[in-house]
Nanobody
Framework: VQLQASGGGLVQAGGSLRLSCAASGRTFSNYAMGWFRQAPGKEREFVAVISWSGGSTYYSGSVKGRFTASRDNAKNMVYLQMNSLEPEDTAVYYC??????????????????WGQGTLVTVSS
């Protein structure tokens, strides 16, 4: 599956952004989708995963309660709504397609296809 992330930009602390990820190729709706991020000088880290149906989600502790993942299988789209953004959220954000359908697996090695990333910068 091919993935294209978009929606990044510059926002002040406390603000919101909505990232989008467009998918094409293999049957999108069969697989869970994840969001990861990589801050400058740091390793890539897990942010969120949403199940094939959208009925289940799981978040990292650092974003839980602030970020919401959703998907529209009819449009082959996945979204990440990010609220109450903090400077620590500054990173390149990547969407990824899982090998699995559920949210039990969220290591980066559980995802086989990756988008190109979109930069989110949160100013203080």
């Amino acid at each position: 599956v091919q993935l294209q992330a978009s929606g990044g930009g510059l926002v002040q602390a406390g603000g919101s952004l909505r990232l989008s990820c467009a998918a094409s190729g293999r049957t999108f709706s069969n697989y869970a989708m994840g969001w990861f991020r990589q801050a400058p000088g740091k390793e890539r880290e897990f942010v969120a995963v949403i199940s094939w149906s959208g009925g289940s989600t799981y978040y990292s502790g650092s974003v839980k309660g602030r970020f919401t993942a959703s998907r529209d299988n009819a449009k082959n789209m996945v979204y990440l709504q990010m609220n109450s953004l903090e400077p620590e959220d500054t990173a390149v954000y990547y969407c990824a397609a899982s090998y699995y359908s559920g949210t039990d697996y969220y290591a980066s090695t559980d995802f086989g296809s990756w988008g190109q990333g979109t930069l989110v910068t949160v100013s203080s």
